[in-house]
């Protein structure tokens, strides 16, 4: 198992911006690929952005321009920057981490990933 623990949510406006943090215990040969998930009220989880250590990132069309994905790799954390966030990207976002090297880009589907956080919620009012 490997800890994830997210942190950064919040409420914002429309057109606002939010940075979700995600601290991973452990080294980073068992997160190779850590990506975002979210779910909103009454739907499926999905993909948001994805990243592997060697920085190549993976972006849901849906956040592309928008969301930046980064880690840290000394402290074996991942970020999302989120900016102009829309009412649509409310949502509780996961954390996700995987040890296994996926060859990318399309790596956003939840069974690719083996270790998974709590959850921070995100709501933007319009």
């Known amino acids: 198992q490997v800890p994830l623990v997210e942190s950064g949510g919040g409420s914002v406006q429309a057109g606002g911006s939010l940075r979700l943090s995600c601290a991973a215990s452990?080294?980073?040969?068992?997160?190779?690929?850590m990506a975002w998930f979210r779910q909103a009220p009454g739907k499926k989880r999905e993909g948001v952005a994805a990243?592997?250590?060697?920085?190549?990132?993976s972006y849901a069309d849906s956040v592309k321009g928008r969301f930046t994905i980064s880690k840290d790799n000394a402290k074996n954390t991942l970020l999302l920057q989120m900016n102009s966030l829309k009412p649509e990207d409310t949502a509780m976002y996961f954390c996700?981490?995987?040890?296994?090297?996926?060859?990318?880009?399309?790596?956003?589907?939840?069974?690719?990933?083996?270790?998974w956080g709590q959850g921070t919620q995100v709501t933007v009012s319009s």
């Open positions: 990243i592997n250590n060697d920085g190549t990132p």
């Open positions: 996700a981490a995987d040890s296994r090297r996926w060859v990318g880009p399309h790596v956003l589907f939840e069974h690719l990933f083996a270790f």
């Open positions: 452990g080294d980073t040969s068992s997160t190779y690929w």
